[in-house]
């Protein structure tokens, strides 16, 4: 049995399919990396499990995570996401998603795309830290206040720096997997 991230044991199925296929790997297409941001800015304030378990019902209540339409939704949109279980029912969370998708297509206007904006944060190319215990990796960075700094000049909302981290740990911005994980190696030699 491989070993993996100590937060990632004695946990549910697909949270631990979520770290062995998911979790730190790369991620260079833009549908994802909105994806990501939808879900680290719901989970803030509540655990990483609770959102997902609650990712389908996400992707079904947001059009699949494709932001041009998440960024037409209006008042009888949101109306309907307050009321539908399958999502964590804040009401500033759906407004800034929608808000979010807005801003994230400016993004994409002016850079390309998305994915050319975020990794010119990290020059490019992943970050792979080496991290012997949990203990060790960091909330935020140097580099994930400047993202979110710049995200929240550009208009974003539920964006701070430790959830932009998270969202770098996800996409593989940064790869925070323990040296102890099969994981770790493995997305330094993709």
């Known amino acids: 049995m491989p070993e993996r991230c100590d937060w990632c044991e004695n946990t549910f199925d697909k949270y631990i399919r979520y770290h062995d296929e998911e979790w730190g790997g790369p991620v260079f297409d833009d549908q994802t990396q909105f994806e990501f941001l939808v879900l680290e800015s719901s989970q803030a304030g509540l655990s990483w499990s609770t959102i997902l378990k609650k990712r389908e019902g996400y992707r079904k209540a947001f059009a699949n995570f494709e932001v041009e339409r998440v960024a037409e ?15 964590i029912r ?34 490019g190319e992943p970050i792979h830290n080496h991290w012997e215990t949990m203990d ?23 964006i701070g720096s430790t959830t932009i981290y ?22 330094i030699n993709q």
């Open 73 to 87: 939704f209006g008042e009888e949109k949101v109306q309907q996401l307050l009321s539908n279980p399958e999502i």
């Open 90 to 123: 804040n009401e500033n969370k759906i407004r800034s998603t929608i808000n979010n998708a807005q801003q994230f297509i400016q993004i994409q206007q002016e850079f390309g795309n998305f994915c050319n904006y975020i990794w010119d944060f990290v020059d």
């Open 136 to 158: 060790q990796v960091p909330a935020t960075t140097e580099i994930s206040d400047k993202l979110s700094k710049d995200l929240k000049t550009r208009g974003f909302k539920f």
């Open 166 to 187: 998270a969202h770098m740990q996800a996409t593989g911005l940064v790869n925070d997997h323990l040296i102890s994980c099969f994981r770790h190696q493995q997305i």
